[in-house]
């Protein structure tokens, strides 16, 4: 008898596809990858293929920093593809494109894998009866290759001439995201010099981070094709604005929305509020998760629409949580992050997040008395008189302390992963220390692609 994933196997045959790259995101946020034929896809769903631990203690750059607990020769893990988020990379080429989680070589969970830890969050709240959905907003530089990452599509911000210019590209990513099965909410030319950005639509925490991960190999194949690169970088080049990988999330439970049909500010309901406070209390430690790169923390600037006070806002794009509030048009509410960016791994920060709204649901205030939530910001915090508006971590080095200190994170992830995170985090900062800004920007311009064009 043929199982369903021979099944599934035979009628990805069919269309062509016969390679399919199963990829997971180490510790330092860059996707790796182990490519099988089609054919063995049941074994690759069941057994899956060998990883090295190791490959967590790969920093930004591809180097592995000698301190790093898992920088070891031994050990293995066998990483399985989940056939459920299975889609096509390439398909004129023959790809299909899963996501994969390491497991070890006994059946047992491997502690520090990043997509379980994003399920298993996701796991609790829809036990709790919470349904969250998640969507990420991509932004990249299309560049001309090069030392350093320059402009290639000429054209204003936001501008139709810029979209003209870039016709043939825009027609290619779109295209190319819609074979790729993604679906999408909008896409457009945005601020900076040459940069685009995408916004895809959402969906539950796991597949919000599959659909980040996924859309990026699109887009880098794309640009490839093109004879230019793109850099998702947080920020590409000192000068100019910098990429986010801004993070939309909504609540609901049981059915009703959280963040709307309240009576707190912006309509909030108590217990939205207790999540609000709640992410803006762990900001700082989620810092580390949705900012993880030393370069992440120079596109971090006030007045950049890149928001690194920690403040919420209703409609505020200075803000570092800014509710969208239900309109008129009947759209539903919710959250933007504004300040993470995609030097991220999309399952560790939809796993923190997770973590975190569902320490927010469980306080007590959110089942009766009034949550601390402290009012919502109008303007840019960056003119209110001093102190009345904190600043997020400056650099990754706060950020990597305010993690280690956040007991919410560490419990959520146990010591393998929370732990072997704050050694990637060090090695990030060992690797940028001495550089100066600009040598730092220079050394992650073209990320992810690692190692650069050096
Ligand atoms: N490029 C800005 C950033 O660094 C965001 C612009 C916007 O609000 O979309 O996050
Ligand atoms: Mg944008």
Redo the contacts with the bound molecule.
């Keep these: 008898m043929t199982s369903p994933h021979d099944a599934l196997a035979a009628s990805l045959a069919e269309r062509g596809l016969r390679w399919l790259a199963v990829t997971w995101v180490n510790h330092a946020g860059a996707p790796l990858v182990k490519a099988v034929p089609v054919a063995q896809l049941a074994e690759t769903v069941r057994t899956g293929v060998g990883f090295s631990p190791v490959a967590d203690a790969f920093g930004a750059d591809g180097g592995i920093d000698p301190a790093h607990r898992l920088a070891v020769p031994d050990g293995d893990l066998r990483l399985r593809a989940d056939a459920a988020a299975l889609a096509p990379l390439d398909p004129a080429l023959g790809w299909a494109w899963a996501p994969g989680e390491r497991w070890q070589r006994n059946g047992a969970a491997y502690g520090a894998d990043q997509r379980h830890f994003c399920r298993r969050q996701q796991e609790r709240l829809e036990a709790q009866g919470i349904t969250l959905q998640a969507g990420f907003?991509l932004?990249w530089l299309v560049a001309e290759p090069g030392t350093a990452p320059g402009p290639a599509v000429p054209g204003g911000p936001y501008g139709a001439d810029r979209l003209v210019e870039g016709l043939d590209y825009a027609t290619a990513v779109l295209e190319a995201i819609e074979a790729a099965e993604l679906p999408w909410l909008q896409f457009h030319p945005?601020?900076?010099a040459s940069q685009f950005?995408l916004s895809l639509a959402p969906a539950n925490a796991l597949e919000a981070a599959d659909r980040l991960v996924h859309a990026r190999l699109v887009i880098q194949r794309v640009s490839r094709r093109f004879g230019w690169r793109c850099s998702f970088s947080p920020k590409p080049s000192l000068e100019r604005?910098?990429?986010?990988g801004?993070l939309h999330i909504s609540l609901q439970r049981d059915g009703v929305p959280l963040l709307q049909g309240g009576e707190g500010p912006g309509g909030l309901t108590v217990p939205g509020q207790a999540v609000l406070a709640t992410l803006l209390e762990e900001l700082p430690g989620l810092m580390a998760l949705a900012c993880p790169l030393v370069v992440s923390y120079l596109?971090l600037a006030p007045s950049?629409?890149?928001a690194p006070f920690q403040v919420w806002g209703i409609e505020n794009?200075e803000a570092a949580l800014r509710l969208i509030p239900t309109a008129a048009d009947g759209s539903a509410a919710h959250l933007e992050l504004?300040v993470s960016d995609l030097g991220a791994n999309p399952y560790l920060l939809l796993g923190g997040v997770q973590a975190v709204v569902q320490t927010g649901l469980q306080r007590p205030g959110s089942l009766g008395g009034c949550p601390v939530l402290p009012p919502p910001v109008s303007g840019d915090p960056a003119g209110l008189p001093a102190g009345t508006a904190s600043r997020l971590p400056v650099d990754l080095a706060e950020a990597s302390a305010a993690f280690a200190a956040s007991s919410l994170l560490r419990q959520a992830m146990g010591d393998a992963l929370h732990g072997s995170l704050l050694d990637s985090q060090a090695a990030e900062l060992r690797r940028n220390a001495g550089l100066t800004p600009e040598d730092q920007v220079l050394a992650s311009g073209w990320w992810p692609l690692v190692g650069g064009l050096g």
Aim: net charge negative; glycine share 18%; no cysteine.
């Design positions: 907003e932004e945005e601020y900076g950005e604005v910098g990429n986010g801004h596109r950049a629409w890149a794009r504004k």
